[in-house]
């Protein structure tokens, strides 16, 4: 009777030691289980981040774009009015030139006609004392 009930003790310990290594299997699965989806999790939220990087990176090459050409567009208009400006000074220069030249020509004229008025009377005067022939 003893074999008997060690027989029956060994092969309840043998059902036991099979059900926990069934059981230990099933753990084992799961884990395995558990850590590919987490793996893969892992690589689909790498895999969103790598693209929403991109797209910061895309986002921000275009600013940059935008703002250079913002830039540019800005120093063209600055470089015109400048050219605006250097040319309406230049005509200022001119006109003032030329009203300087024009009152210079007018004063030489004044004088001249001046000139032109003494020598009429000194001469009308030179021939007032002229003496008379008879």
């Known amino acids: 009777m003893w074999l008997r009930v060690s027989l029956s003790e060994a092969e309840a310990q043998q059902q036991e030691i099979e059900r926990r290594r069934q059981e230990l299997q099933v ?26 990087a991109e797209q910061q990176q895309e986002e921000l090459r275009k600013h940059r774009e935008e703002l250079h050409a913002l830039e540019a567009e800005r120093e063209e208009m600055l470089k015109k009015k400048l050219e605006e400006q250097q040319k309406l000074r230049e005509a200022q220069d001119q006109e003032a030139a030329e009203a300087q030249r024009v ?7 004044a004088l001249e006609q001046e000139a032109e008025i ?17």
Request: aromatic share 6%; charged share 50%.
């Open 27 to 52: 753990l084992e699965a799961e884990r395995e289980d558990i850590r590919a989806r987490k793996m893969e999790e892992e690589r689909r939220f790498t895999s969103e981040l790598q693209k929403w």
């Open 103 to 109: 009152r210079e020509l007018r004063s030489k004229e």
């Open 118 to 134: 003494q020598r009429k009377r000194s001469l009308d005067n030179m021939a007032g004392f002229q003496p008379r022939e008879p």
